[in-house]
C-alpha cells in the first residue's frame, strides 16, 4: 500500500504526510494500534477508507485514551494530555 507517508528520524512509529509542504495527517502506529491526527477530517477518512481496503480495522472514534495517556479534547479543539 502507498499512500504517500514519510517516517520520522527521530521515531520509527510516526508517519506524516505531506501536500505542497504543509503536514496533511499524522499517523502514529503503536503494535495494533493507529492514532490519526489530522486538521481536515476528510483527510481522515480517506484514509480510514484506503486502510479498508487491505486490512480489516475496528475505529474506536476519537482517541479517549492511549499508552498510559488520558487524551481530552475541548469544545474549542485545545488538546490536554495527562498520566493521571
Given at each position: 500500500m502507498k499512500l504517500g507517508f514519510k517516517y520520522t528520524l527521530?521515531?520509527?512509529?510516526l508517519y506524516i504526510k505531506k501536500e505542497n509542504r504543509i503536514i496533511t495527517?499524522?499517523?502514529l502506529v503503536y503494535v495494533n494500534n493507529i492514532v490519526i491526527i489530522s486538521p481536515q477530517s476528510l483527510k481522515?477518512?480517506?484514509f480510514k477508507n484506503a486502510l479498508n481496503k487491505d486490512f480489516k480495522i475496528t475505529d474506536l472514534g476519537?482517541?479517549?485514551?492511549?499508552?498510559?495517556i488520558i487524551?481530552?479534547?475541548d469544545c474549542i479543539n485545545d488538546l490536554f494530555i495527562s498520566t493521571s
Open positions: 527521530t521515531n520509527d512509529c495527517l499524522i499517523i481522515i477518512i480517506f476519537e482517541i479517549k485514551y492511549i499508552l498510559g487524551v481530552i479534547w
